[in-house]
């Protein structure tokens, strides 16, 4: 390759001559972001359920207390249909 076709090729192009812009004056645009009111509303869920504990306590020493009493009863009937309906719930 010869250098002075090199040269006449940049001359072509004009890639030695680099124009800087200006930056426009009265220019009002800017950058606005927008969560939607469903956004909001899943947020507000998330950190309701991150304050619920995984437990809930009361109803727990309330069925031990029940144990305890003898006063505690639950169908075999009652079990069963919860035991399928959860199977089929996590199937679908």
């Known amino acids: 390759m010869r250098v002075d ?15 800087s812009t200006a930056k426009a004056k009265g220019s009002s645009f800017s950058d606005k972001l927008e969560i939607s009111q469903t956004a909001k509303d899943y947020q507000v869920a998330k950190q309701a359920v991150a304050h619920t504990p995984d437990i809930r306590e009361d ?8 144990m305890a009493s003898g ?3 639950v169908s075999v ?16």
């Open 59 to 66: 109803k727990v020493n309330e069925i031990k207390q029940r």
């Open 71 to 73: 006063t505690y009863d």
């Open 77 to 92: 009937e009652e079990i069963a249909d919860k035991l399928v309906n959860k199977y089929f719930d996590e199937l679908a």
């Open 5 to 19: 076709a090199l040269n006449k090729v940049n001359q072509l192009y004009n890639t030695n001559n680099v124009k």
